[in-house]
């Protein structure tokens, strides 16, 4: 008999894994305490953007192998495995996570469990966290020994989820100590991912710690990547030359490679700077801290590229926002997503808005979220009306709609043509030709 899943926590991480277990025909159910949510989601409603879920989170409804529930004792009753997909923000102040929400999932699951079943984490967390739970879990359980925990980090790009649960490009299982827990726990996840692992998906079967650690040492690898481009754009720019040539002749270099080497406004979102935060500070935790102080200067320079942007703006209005209008095309912090966590589009956008710029922002997803968060802010709803009146217009989140825009068209609605290219996504030959004044981050 297959499997019954249930997913802790519906957020993003959660419902494309409750939805995609779904389709590929397992009963699941998917847990949140926020019951506004789980309504949404029961309605086949997604909170979130996230191209081509909504059709799979329906089809699972539709079927009745998907179901959401805001109760932990039918959770428990129901499942065989459980997967816990809470998330792990930054502490306030500090730069270690906070566990909260992951510590609560266990706390609320475990005494309720009375018979045997799995316990899989999906959050990420910092080393030494799955140890942890796992001890917690067997003492608060009344099954003891016979819940057990596994470890198997997700690895969603946001915009790819669905591709990247049905087909990932890895999976990882972190296993307990204990050989018999450990054989029990990787032959049940062998039987959940039994169809991916036939497509030829990778499998590593590690410890605890190392799986912990594949998850943030991947996005500190990312994050170091990204800023080593804008680190080489701010040399670009002091010495004109061109960033975009020079990512361009490194891509060809197959020890390097092109992914991720796109020189702009840098990273953003619920990931990659919060998750290389709180390596730094378990590493310190773990008297490792010198291994990752590297990672400070890859947080600095990405920070560093939003100032710079601010400053291309002004100088653009000749040194100064006030009573200038600047109209910002994105919030989102990536493009095919609706996610302005730590999004640096919006942080440009307040910072202009805070030295005396008028600033308007349109994004195709991001608007209700973007509102939320900088309710001071003005909202356009259109590029168009983004940029109407506008001394200068600012491309900070890279959507196709953008990169497409017509410059005659955008012309006629500014009141000059002043445009600064924030991630390197326009044709430069192309705006100048038609009468803009064009830059961009590290190129001349």
Sequence with gaps: ?????????????????????????????????????????????????????????????????????????????????????????????????DLTYVDAAVDALAPLLHRPCLVVGKSTVPVGTAARLGAALARLAPVGGDAVLAWNPEFLREGFAVNDTLSPDRIVIGLPAE?????????????????????????????????????????????????????????CEAAHADVTKLSQALSFDDRIGGRFLGPGLGFGGGCLPKDIRAFMARAGELGADQALTFLREVDEINIRRRIRMVDLARQQLGGSFIGRTVGVLGAAFKPNSDDVRD??????????????????????????????????????????????????????????????????????????RNIVDGRNALDPERWRAAGWNYRALGRP
């Excluded at 949140?32 to 329906?58: H, I, Q, S």
């Excluded at 990787?186 to 036939?198: G, P």
């Excluded at 005396?356 to 979220?369: E, I, L, S």
């Design 343 to 416: 999004s640096p589009a919006l942080d440009v956008a307040a910072s202009i808005r805070a030295q005396g710029g008028k600033v308007t922002v349109y994004d195709p997803q991001a608007m209700p979220n973007a509102r939320r968060a900088h309710p001071s802010l003005d909202f356009g709803e259109s590029a168009l009306a983004a940029a109407a009146g506008a001394h200068v217009v600012l491309l900070l989140t890279e959507w196709a709609e953008f990169r497409d825009m017509e410059p005659d068209a955008l012309a006629e609605a500014v009141s000059e």
């Design 1 to 97: 008999m297959a499997h019954r899943l249930t997913v802790i926590g519906t957020g993003y991480l959660g419902a494309t894994h409750a939805a995609c277990m779904a389709d590929l025909g397992f009963e699941v159910l998917g847990l949140d305490t926020d019951e506004r949510k789980v309504a949404r989601l029961a309605a086949g409603d997604l909170p979130f953007f996230e191209p081509g879920l909504e059709p799979v989170l329906r089809r699972g409804l539709e079927s009745g192998r998907l179901c959401f529930t805001t109760s932990y004792a039918e959770a428990a009753e129901f499942g065989d495995v459980h997967f816990l997909c809470v998330g792990t923000p930054q502490k306030s102040g500090e730069y270690a996570a």
């Design 179 to 235: 050989q018999g827990a450990a054989e029990h726990a990787e032959k049940v996840l062998r039987e959940v991912y039994a169809n991916t692992l036939a497509a030829g998906t990778p499998l590593v079967v590690a410890d605890f710690p190392t799986a912990e650690l594949v998850k943030v040492s991947a996005n500190a690898f990312l994050a170091t990547k990204i800023s080593f481009i804008n680190a080489m754009a701010e040399v």
